[in-house]
């Protein structure tokens, strides 16, 4: 099983603010820097976040990202049907030497 | 346009062997780190492996360290994932993903990814 925890879901309605948790240790999130990736039905993923906090070009500022100790989050806010989608979180873990993916949270647009 | 296209999936028994490719375009193949992530349909993410951008540097998954072996060939633009002794639990779509950095800086591109199914 994965080492980073998510929620499996979140839900929110047009136009809200939703966050998503990642909830890691000592030897990957605290020290490392967090990814975050939003996957469509049958798509690939899609870098949402890179560096804790970055975001690429063209992905929009609605989506945001944190880090405090060994925990993370992403939220999305200003939410839209097109945010339904499954995020995940990812980071180096210094101990399995090697990247972790957390969980996955689906996100629903009620 | 940055592309990575993976190709060498299939139908195979356990035990058996198969090597994955992922061809690659748009930039600048060997200045960039590169990995494989996998994906049982409907469930999440799992990292495989990774290689740095010079081939000294590589990592591989619990599940499948002494198995798999990753390499790359620089002139060709092409990443490889030999696997062999694949078990049912190989069974996934196999995404190449490009590195943000030279070696381990998380990924920025994926393909669209191939399917291996273990299957006697």
């Known amino acids: 099983q994965s080492v980073l925890t998510q929620p499996p879901s979140a839900s929110g309605t047009p136009g809200q603010r939703v966050t998503i948790s990642c909830s890691g240790s000592?030897?990957?999130?605290?020290?490392?820097?967090v990814y975050w990736y939003q996957q469509l039905p049958g798509t690939a993923p899609k870098l949402l976040i890179y560096?804790?906090?970055q975001r690429p070009s063209g992905v929009p500022d609605r989506f945001s990202g944190s880090k405090s100790g060994p925990s993370a989050s992403l939220a999305i806010s200003g939410l839209r049907s097109e945010d339904e989608a499954d995020y995940y979180c990812?980071?180096?873990?210094?101990?399995?030497?090697?990247?972790?993916f957390g969980t996955g949270t689906k996100v629903t647009v009620l | 346009e940055v592309q990575l296209v993976e190709s060498g999936g299939g139908l195979v028994q356990p035990g058996r062997s198969l090597r994955l490719s992922c061809v690659t375009s748009?930039?600048?193949?060997?200045?960039?780190?590169m990995h494989w992530v996998r994906q049982v349909p409907g469930k999440g993410l799992e990292w495989v492996s990774g290689?740095?951008?010079?081939?000294?540097?590589?990592a591989y998954a619990d599940s499948v360290k002494g198995r798999f072996t990753i390499t790359r060939d620089d002139a060709k633009r092409t990443l490889y994932l030999q696997m062999s002794r694949l078990t049912v639990e190989d069974t996934a779509l196999y995404y190449c993903?490009?590195?943000?950095?030279?070696?381990?800086?998380?990924?920025?591109?994926w393909g669209q990814g191939t399917t291996v199914t273990v299957s006697s």
């Open positions: 748009g930039f600048i193949f060997d200045d960039y780190g």
């Open positions: 560096k804790n906090n």
């Open positions: 290689i740095s951008y010079n081939s000294e540097s590589t």
């Open positions: 990812t980071t180096w873990d210094d101990s399995l030497r090697g990247y972790v």
């Open positions: 993903a490009r590195d943000m950095a030279p070696a381990w800086d998380g990924m920025d591109v």
């Open positions: 000592t030897s990957n999130i605290a020290y490392n820097y």
